[in-house]
């Protein structure tokens, strides 16, 4: 029955949500699952009005076949990493799919330049970017993650990156911003073992306005996500994954036009890659 509730509570929020803005939404549609890797499926969402175009993958990672990765930091370098865009993080460290991740400044001009990660950051047991208020994602092993509030407890933990703020916690949507933007989120079931990484798109009218923290929100939890967190948005938001030509393949429509290079990333590598 809390279960039960809790979805009902997110059928209401959605409208809300849609209201503040002057528009009373239509249905959000959802395609079906569609398999693009082992363990890895991708769907396409959809609404008329206010228009949204987004892309959700869900991530078995509880596969012992499944790697979860945050992209590194640049060592001795200055600063806490090197700066690429989602398709040059894609392919320079071999995804099966992947997501811009953390907050970061300053927004370089080309890649390799040195950026701060704004929050937590750790890739493969390296801890390159210290916590601040941020909540983050963290993965202690390749078999689940956990969502989380600071101060963290990064003992055994293999990855993490920061976002903003938790937004779906325990199935129910928290109160946030009701502005539209370009949003990337990411969610995870209620053990651990499944990941949602969702973007959608924005500041493109007549294609799509993006959407409001409690539709993020909402669109995680229908896709079954227990909790969520959102990430950094807007013009750095972005989708790579492995097309069915085994080419790399950018789904979302960037806000600015072309991708921006950001701090680092959310990396899901996937062994054997098929299409149905």
Same mark, same amino acid.
């Given at each position: 029955?809390?279960?039960?509730?809790?979805?009902?509570?997110?059928?209401?929020?959605?409208?809300?949500?849609?209201?503040?803005?002057?528009?009373?939404?239509?249905?959000?549609?959802?395609?079906?699952?569609?398999?693009?890797?082992?363990?890895?499926?991708?769907?396409?969402?959809?609404?008329?009005?206010?228009?949204?175009?987004?892309?959700?993958?869900?991530?078995?990672?509880?596969?012992?076949?499944?790697?979860?990765?945050?992209?590194?930091?640049?060592?001795?370098?200055?600063?806490?990493?090197?700066?690429?865009?989602?398709?040059?993080?894609?392919?320079?460290?071999?995804?099966?799919?992947?997501?811009?991740?953390?907050?970061?400044?300053?927004?370089?001009?080309?890649?390799?330049?040195?950026?701060?990660?704004?929050?937590?950051?750790?890739?493969?047991?390296?801890?390159?970017?210290?916590?601040?208020?941020?909540?983050?994602?963290?993965?202690?092993?390749?078999?689940?993650?956990?969502?989380?509030?600071?101060?963290?407890?990064?003992?055994?933990?293999?990855?993490?990156?920061?976002?903003?703020?938790?937004?779906?916690?325990?199935?129910?949507?928290?109160?946030?911003?009701?502005?539209?933007?370009?949003?990337?989120?990411? =969610?995870? !079931?209620?053990?651990?073992?499944?990941?949602?990484?969702?973007?959608?798109?924005? $500041? %493109?009218?007549?294609? @799509?306005? &993006?959407?409001?923290?409690?539709?993020?929100?909402?669109?995680?939890?229908?896709?079954?996500?227990?909790?969520?967190?959102?990430?950094?948005? =807007?013009? !750095?938001?972005?989708?790579?994954?492995?097309?069915?030509?085994?080419?790399?393949? $950018? %789904?979302?429509?960037? @806000?600015? &036009?072309?991708?921006?290079?950001?701090?680092?990333?959310?990396?899901?590598?996937?062994?054997?890659?098929?299409?149905?």
């Amino acid at each position: 029955m809390r279960r039960l509730a809790a979805l009902l509570a997110l059928g209401l929020l959605l409208p809300a949500a849609a209201a503040a803005d002057g528009e009373s939404p239509t249905p959000v549609t959802y395609q079906s699952w569609q398999d693009i890797s082992h363990g890895i499926a991708l769907k396409r969402i959809e609404r008329k009005s206010p228009r949204l175009v987004g892309y959700l993958l869900r991530v078995e990672i509880s596969l012992p076949e499944i790697t979860v990765f945050v992209t590194p930091g640049n060592g001795a370098e200055p600063k806490d990493a090197a700066a690429r865009n989602t398709t040059e993080a894609f392919n320079d460290f071999n995804c099966a799919a992947a997501i811009n991740g953390s907050v970061f400044k300053p927004l370089p001009s080309a890649k390799g330049d040195p950026v701060d990660i704004l929050g937590l950051a750790i890739s493969s047991g390296e801890k390159y970017s210290e916590p601040n208020k941020f909540d983050a994602i963290l993965f202690p092993s390749q078999q689940r993650g956990l969502i989380a509030k600071p101060p963290f407890n990064t003992t055994g933990i293999r990855n993490a990156l920061a976002g903003y703020h938790i937004i779906l916690d325990q199935a129910r949507v928290l109160p946030s911003s009701d502005k539209r933007h370009p949003r990337t989120a990411v =969610g995870l !079931s209620k053990q651990g073992g499944t990941l949602y990484m969702l973007v959608i798109d924005g $500041r %493109l009218p007549g294609y @799509s306005d &993006g959407a409001t923290l409690a539709e993020t929100a909402t669109i995680l939890a229908r896709a079954g996500a227990y909790n969520g967190l959102n990430m950094d948005g =807007g013009g !750095s938001t972005a989708m790579v994954i492995r097309d069915e030509n085994g080419q790399t393949k $950018r %789904l979302n429509q960037p @806000s600015g &036009g072309l991708e921006r290079r950001v701090g680092n990333h959310l990396c899901i590598r996937s062994p054997m890659k098929y299409r149905h």
